[in-house]
């Protein structure tokens, strides 16, 4: 209560000072539920997003002069303030969770004098700011990037930290969820998208088309103290940004030989002449089923850059090796990076529809840091044409700055081969020479026709929309994290515990939530192996996953995910045919994509459509539940119905699921649902094929 009274204090004096400097505006979403009020008081840039009224409904807030460019040799500033105007737009989006869609926001330009402006918008579904500067015709610096959040009252906020505490800002962005009252944030740096509980709604902090410009990070404080310090500094009620320093000098990790940052000069980002800067985007939800389908991180993005016919970009599914350590059983040869164990996943993907495998690490000596020259072990033109016959393309793994330095020898090479595209992995880091590298990979491997699936890198942030070759992302704590996550024992609210260290079905029910706002998912899933929270342990070579079954199932409905993993090996699915060809069957991009009932960190049931058949699932977290799934999003019509659920013993035995099979004919009455029960850390998977 102090804090809100200091708050109501503060926004009083600010909205009675008549200075001349001071110009305010109001912001308005098209559907007049969001509103921004933008505040330039003694020509320092604030805002704070409310609903209904100004003083008891705000949401977050930023005040004195809480956005800023601090640009070297900047002049003072001196703002005026457009009206607001109305744009509405229409999106094509390929490979993305809608194929077309349409948008409208209404928008106000902050003119600076100094030159560094800044444009707002308002959607019904969040608000968004950038920096943009006009009459730079000279080489600049950016300082710093002042970006704070403050939310009023100590909410619940849903931080991934950095995994790196020595060097915060190097590291693979894949962390679960630290889940916490503001108060109590750690002072570390965690990344993007990050999610704060604000009772009415939950704001989700994204940044997006960030292109030659440092990504942003998140520590606590916000940009005023109102009381309440605690350990750490900062304040009780906010979250301020912070970015990586230009680099200066590198060096190399020996084993992959990964560059990395070993000094960094005192500012953030330079360049010359005028540009934009990244969004900054807070989306705005007031029920949890709003979240997986919004579309703010891409639609802000630029626009596709591709020339010509994009057909040769195809989604697809993929036989994967490294998840299963090569992992094959009953054939008659060695199996590992070899010729014959190639052609036995060649095999196995052209039998079942896949489109793909990937050599991961391992095809070239990732120690010589030469992609150009492949171990002898494999003759990779011959294992191209086998695939080629059979169907199957191949994507080749390697390291960002390895194909980077090799860059034009690499596409031309490898594209002249018959290769499909590049998992390029272990970027782990964030500053604006990063970020470029990312843009020169997508482009240049674009003009040679090559897919890339992004690993090690950070959540995507709009050059999925601008380079759409950019078919996939990790930046999510997939499921190669369960090779090495431990068992834990302790002492909780009086009782003892022993189980995994991380919380698996809980992060997959959180994280299409936050993360998922920000674009699609490498989270490599497909595991046969299933375990309770009572019988998982880590192995690395004959992998378990937590939850079940049609857990795993659900996985490849629930996630947007255009390439995505059969993560297992091959002699599984060969003894498991029923779920691999219900996989095999699975589209990997939709139309349409609908959230059925859902909340974050407890389950999710999503619906899918590719023209018109429709396939929903649906996963919890290690609690068991029931749950009704509707069935009024279906059109009219006959459909053939195949479901996957786990079944009636998969709270002990985590591979125990049942098939239910029927044909069926709408419209039913308006109310009618089916009822699905879901074990701990279960979920279900159906498809339903229009007749």
């Known amino acids: 209560m102090k804090h809100f009274f200091s708050f109501l204090c503060m926004v009083a004096s600010m909205l009675t000072m008549q200075a001349q400097t ?113 009459g730079f015709n000279r080489e600049w610096k950016v300082l710093n990037e002042v970006a704070a959040f403050n939310f009023g009252d100590d909410h619940i906020a849903y931080l991934p930290y950095s995994t790196n505490a020595k060097n915060p800002k190097a590291m693979a962005f894949q962390a679960t969820y630290d889940v916490s009252p503001l108060s109590q944030t750690k002072p570390l740096e965690a990344f993007l998208p990050a999610t704060i509980d604000c009772g009415k709604a939950k704001v989700t902090i994204l940044e997006t088309d960030v292109e030659d410009y440092p990504g942003m990070f998140l520590l606590p404080g916000g940009d005023r103290v109102t009381g309440g ?37 005192d500012y953030i980002a330079k360049g010359k002449g005028n540009r934009t800067f990244p969004w900054r985007v807070l989306a705005i939800t007031h029920d949890d089923k709003e979240m997986p389908t919004n579309t703010l991180a891409y639609q802000l993005a630029a626009p596709s850059r591709l020339k010509g016919d994009a057909s040769w970009i195809k989604p697809g599914k993929v036989a994967w090796d490294w998840w299963n350590d090569w992992g094959l059983s009953g054939v008659d040869f060695k199996a590992g990076i070899n010729q014959q164990t190639y052609k036995y996943y060649i095999d196995f993907a052209a039998k079942h ?44 793994w390697t390291v960002f700055n390895v194909l980077d330095a090799q860059l034009d020898e690499a596409c031309r090479k490898y594209a002249d081969m018959g290769i499909k595209g590049f998992k390029v992995d272990f970027l782990d880091r964030y500053d604006q020479e990063g970020v470029n590298m990312i843009y020169r990979i997508a482009e240049r491997c674009a003009q040679s026709h090559l897919m890339l699936d992004y690993h090690g890198i950070f959540a995507p942030q709009g050059i999925q929309r601008t380079w759409p070759n950019v078919i996939n992302f990790e930046a999510v704590f997939g499921m ?33 939530f936050i993360r998922g706002m920000a674009g699609s998912v490498d989270f490599t899933p ?35 995910s255009p390439l995505t993993m059969l993560a297992d090996n091959p002699t599984i699915y060969e003894q498991e045919l029923e779920c691999t060809e219900f996989i095999a069957s699975l589209p990997t991009v939709y139309d349409e994509m609908k959230v059925l009932s859902g909340k974050m960190g407890e389950y999710l049931i999503v619906a899918r459509r590719q023209g018109s058949n429709w396939y ?9 539940r029931d749950v009704e799934v509707p069935a009024d999003f279906l059109p009219a019509g006959t459909y053939e119905l195949t479901a996957f659920m786990d079944g009636i013993n998969a709270d002990k035995v985590a591979t125990d699921y049942q098939v239910w099979q029927q044909t069926f004919t709408l419209p039913y009455t308006t109310h009618e649902t089916v009822k699905v029960h879901m074990a701990s850390g279960g979920g279900f998977a159906a498809k339903l094929i229009k007749k």
């Open 22 to 134: 001071s110009m305010k505006e109001t912001l308005t979403s098209p559907d007049g539920v969001l509103k921004v009020y933008i505040n330039t008081h003694n020509n320092n840039l604030s805002y704070i997003i409310y609903e209904g009224d100004l003083f008891k409904d705000r949401i977050v807030y930023a005040i004195d002069n809480a956005i800023a460019l601090n640009m070297e040799g900047m002049g003072k500033n001196q703002y005026t303030v457009s009206k607001p105007k109305l744009v509405k737009e229409h999106f094509d989006a390929p490979n993305y969770k809608f194929t077309s869609f349409d948008d409208a926001y209404n928008q106000v330009i902050v003119k600076n004098k100094n030159g560094v402006n800044v444009e707002f918008r308002a959607y019904n579904s969040g608000v968004a700011y950038r920096f943009f500067l006009t």
């Open 229 to 265: 310090k605690r350990l750490g500094g900062g304040t009780i009620e906010g979250l301020r940004a912070d970015f990586a320093q230009y680099p200066k000098a590198f060096d190399f990790y020996p084993w992959r030989v990964q560059k990395y940052v070993t000094d960094t000069e």
């Open 353 to 396: 529809g896949l489109e793909y495998i990937i050599l991961d690490e391992g095809w070239y000596d990732p120690k010589s840091g030469d992609m150009l020259t492949v171990i002898p072990d494999l003759n990779l033109p011959e294992l191209v044409r086998y695939g080629q016959q059979k169907d199957v393309g191949i994507i080749l």
């Open 480 to 512: 190669e994290e369960v090779k090495w996550t431990q068992r834990e024992k302790g002492v909780e609210n009086g009782k003892s515990y022993d189980r995994p260290s991380k919380d698996m079905p809980t992060y997959d029910v959180t994280f299409p």
């Open 526 to 560: 497909g595991g046969m192996r299933n375990a309770t929270a009572a019988d998982f342990q880590p192995m690395y070579y004959n992998p378990v996953t937590m939850g079940t079954r049609c857990h795993q199932l659900a996985h490849y409905i629930v996630h947007d």
């Open 616 to 624: 929903v699932a649906g996963e919890t977290n290690w609690d068991s």
